[in-house]
């Protein structure tokens, strides 16, 4: 819009950078470009139809042509363009001139306005400086006041900073912070190969530490506002679109028209050499699809095919898409180089997306209480109740998958080697992507798969090794998993364990040879490349599941699972689970919706006992939501393990919470609380503080006992139920009286259970309003067992009875 600026900002590649064409051109746009140039944009929206077109009046200072000039040019957008699109109207400015005439101005057109600051004084006084040197940092400072005001507070679109190495990361980002920006947005200053950045130090990646210390703390603070560059690196990393061309592989759907009304492609060209935005097309003579077909604008928006070799082979071009073009030139190669930051970028882009899971998965700083994601009206008080809903389970079975994907994107994230293992994995991610986009349902389907999660959180936590090297491979079979769904033809090498190619959820492959690698074909139901083994699967109503007892990654490094079950023991294990499914069923609905709803497999264990102290739900995998464990003992039962509608009940219970504390932060700073670790109690939360339980051997970190807490309540409710129902158990020899005594046993530990966390353990108001829906749930089974008539409760070997009330305090 305007080709001047009252600023002299040194690092400006408008005027200070390699293109010095802005001397030869008109200081301000004519009324007539304005027009053309509305004209083209309302020409090209007639044929495409886009949903929304985005404005950015530009400059220089934009600012400076006044508010009766910026009014009429935006009256010409509104009227040429408006008419037929969404209009999304933006202005970029260094604010040092914004004033309420602007603001009103803006407000009438809805023009958003983004800031640009980069830090504190002493920061942003490095660079954006009068050209007296003078400071214009409290002029910035009013105009984010002005945009911060409540009238004008809907125009605020957001803090552009340019980063610099010599400015405390920290500092930098309180100072953006304090101007209660929308959302904030970091860019590498403008450099190529000819003209480096400035680089201190010895890391060979200072941008990315840089970058990564704000991202740190921004974890830590519960992500107070976005930030574009880490969200569209997590979201390019994801398969999804960055929303940025400065990663990601997504097409830039991006022009500039100059004050002079010719079309440029994207304006950081400016910093490689004279004349290199240039198109030799003019708003006059050229559309925006002859535009297009430009091979600048071409290789921008055919991102992967335009890369330089080295890109095409990292494992994280998905993620950081070669870097921004600009950034990429070289004299005598042009634009088929790696990025100028490539080191920086290949560590922003390990590290970024895989560090959003610490947040994702609860590791929040200690007393915020943050939402990952929001559940159905209603579900989360259902699941504090015991049971929870199917549209909850399919909500929290949603926050999985993007897990899911966070993980894998994690796993990806790594140099490959050339092995065969190695180009597996290449080969696999490839599929992988491709499949995203012509297989969506199937992608979600094997997604959703447990033991997916699992693998992925497997390799997150084993990154070196050969062994470390096959689990990375295994992207291979989930992307076969998805192609074998779609009947989508495709050929490629998955990694053999033990002479089995695994394809998750679908089965195996035991081929012939002991190489790392096996080549496998798919087809529409098609599965070649050696003898087939299918994961199994029960169809009937009361409990749609696989049994699973092929994939690699069902149990814990696979100590606690049993292999291939033979023919006579998964009969045994189909009517065990079938009867179990219809128990549940018939007596605790509300549980077998929800179990049917979000169970997707069932391992058989080993027949062993538990190992001492261990926890239900970490017998299967520690990140397999959806998955369950279960014995059937061939000997002389013991226990639960020979009651596998408890046993599902109770693990599903585990599963459901797991997936709950990912989304919610449940438990509040624990200063002075004792822990499982010795970490500075500052740096833990409530969730590691110990609680003594009276039948407990030793005191339970606070998020166990909530587990246990959990299980009991539902496991109270079947056996309320059993009693009430003089139903016998599968495999059980107990009737009413012992039920009763069961029913007796659990609701006494989950009464005493619910009020040591209330009393004892601190908590988020997302874990208070958590255990109050158990505490009434307990209140409500206590008050059932009591209906009719008085009830009799045996306490902890006393042998007293009790008439009204609660039920007493086992080992009182």
Not at 43 to 60: A, N, T, W
Not at 67 to 83: F, H, N, P, Q, S
Not at 209 to 228: E, K, Y
Not at 682 to 711: F, I
Request: hydrophobic share 40%; proline share 7%.
């Amino acid at each position: 819009m305007h080709g001047g600026c009252n600023l002299s900002c040194d690092h400006c590649y408008v005027y200070e950078h390699a293109d010095q064409s802005w001397r030869d051109k008109p200081r301000t746009m004519s009324r007539d470009v304005v027009a053309q140039a509305a004209f083209r944009i309302a020409e090209h929206v007639g044929i495409h139809r886009p949903p929304v077109v985005r404005i950015s009046l530009h400059g220089g200072e934009p600012l400076l042509l006044g508010v009766k000039r910026l009014r009429e040019i935006a009256m010409t957008l509104r009227d040429v363009v408006g008419g037929r699109v969404r209009l999304s109207l933006h202005v970029q400015s260094n604010g040092v001139m914004l004033n309420e005439k602007f603001c009103s101005l803006f407000d009438e057109f809805g023009v958003q306005v983004g800031i640009s600051l980069d830090g504190d004084r002493v920061a942003n006084d490095l660079h954006r400086r009068y050209a007296n040197g003078r400071s214009s940092h409290a002029r910035v400072l009013r105009a984010l006041e002005l945009l911060r005001r409540p009238h004008f507070r809907h125009l605020y679109g957001g803090v552009l900073c340019t980063v610099d190495l010599a400015n405390d990361p920290i500092s930098v980002y309180e100072a953006l912070l304090a101007e209660s920006p929308p959302r904030v947005d970091f860019l590498l200053p403008h450099a190529t190969w000819e003209h480096p950045p400035p680089r201190y130090g010895e890391s060979p990646a200072p941008y990315a530490t840089w970058l990564c210390r704000i991202h740190d703390r921004w974890l830590a603070d519960g992500m107070p506002v976005p930030i574009r560059l880490f969200d569209a690196l997590t979201a390019a990393s994801l398969g999804e679109p960055s929303g940025s061309e400065a990663v990601g592989l997504g097409p830039v759907g991006l022009a500039v028209v100059d004050t002079d009304g010719s079309w440029e492609q994207a304006d950081s060209l400016k910093t490689a050499y004279a004349g290199a935005p240039a198109t030799g097309m003019t708003v006059f003579t050229d559309s925006v699809d002859s535009l297009v077909t430009h091979p600048g604008i071409a290789a921008r928006n055919e991102r992967h095919a335009h890369l330089c070799a080295t890109c095409r082979d990292c494992p994280v071009v998905r993620t950081c898409g070669g870097g921004l073009y600009a950034h990429r030139y070289r004299r005598g190669t042009g634009f088929d180089n790696p990025s100028v930051y490539c080191a920086d970028l290949l560590a922003l882009s390990a590290r970024i997306p895989a560090a959003q899971l610490a947040c994702t998965t609860g590791s929040r700083a200690a007393g915020r209480a943050h939402v990952t994601d929001h559940l159905p009206e209603g579900a989360f008080d259902a699941f504090a109740a015991g049971p929870g809903t199917a549209d909850g389970i399919r909500a929290l079975q949603d926050m999985q998958v993007t897990l899911t994907k966070t993980l894998i994107a994690g796993a990806v994230a790594r140099p490959g080697s050339r092995s065969a293992l190695g180009v597996a994995a290449s080969d696999g991610l490839d599929l992988l992507i491709d499949l995203e986009g012509r297989c969506p349902d199937e992608t979600l389907e094997v997604l959703r798969y447990p033991f997916v999660q699992a693998w992925a959180d497997r390799c997150r936590c084993f990154i070196s090794g050969v062994e470390a090297e096959r689990d990375r491979a295994h992207i291979a079979g989930v992307a076969a998993a998805i192609a074998w769904r779609g009947g989508v033809t495709a050929s490629l090498p998955l990694p053999v364990r033990a002479g089995l190619a695994h394809l998750p959820g679908v089965g195996a492959l035991r081929v012939r040879g002991d190489g790392p690698t096996a080549g496998v074909s798919l087809g529409k139901a098609v599965l070649t490349g050696g003898e087939p083994v299918m994961t199994r699967r029960l169809t009937a109503f009361p409990l749609p599941v696989a049994v699973e007892d092929l994939d690699p990654y069902r149990a814990d490094g696979g100590r606690l699972a049993r292999g291939r079950l033979s023919d006579a023991e998964w009969e045994v294990w189909r009517t065990a689970l079938v009867g179990a499914g219809s128990e549940l069923s018939r007596l605790v609905p509300a549980y077998a919706a929800t179990l049917r709803a979000g169970l997707r497999a069932v391992v058989p264990l080993r027949d062993t006992a538990p190992e001492p102290g261990a926890c239900h739900q970490h017998q299967v995998a520690r990140r397999a939501f959806g998955g369950v464990g279960l014995r059937l003992p061939s000997g002389p039962a013991r226990g639960a393990a020979a009651d596998p509608a408890a046993t599902l009940l109770c693990e599903f219970q585990h599963a459901k919470l797991s997936a709950v504390l990912d989304a919610y932060a449940f438990f509040a700073a624990a200063e002075n609380a004792p822990t499982t670790a010795p970490e500075a109690a500052s740096k833990t939360t409530a969730e590691t503080a110990l609680v003594s339980l009276p039948w407990w051997p030793e005191p339970l970190p606070a998020r166990q006992a909530l587990h246990a807490l959990y299980g009991h309540v539902a496991l109270a409710e079947l056996w309320q139920a059993r009693s009430v129902r003089n139903t016998r158990p599968i495999g059980r020899g107990e009737h009413r009286d012992a039920a009763a005594k069961a029913h007796q046993r659990y609701l006494n530990r989950a009464d005493i259970t619910v009020d040591t966390l209330a009393a004892e353990v601190p908590m988020e108001p997302a874990g208070r309003r958590f255990v109050a829906g158990l505490r009434a749930t307990v209140d409500r089974l206590a008050s059932t067992a009591r209906s009719g008539a008085s009830r009799t409760y045996e306490g902890a070997g006393t042998g007293k009875t009790r008439t009204s009330g609660r039920p007493p305090r086992e080992g009182a």
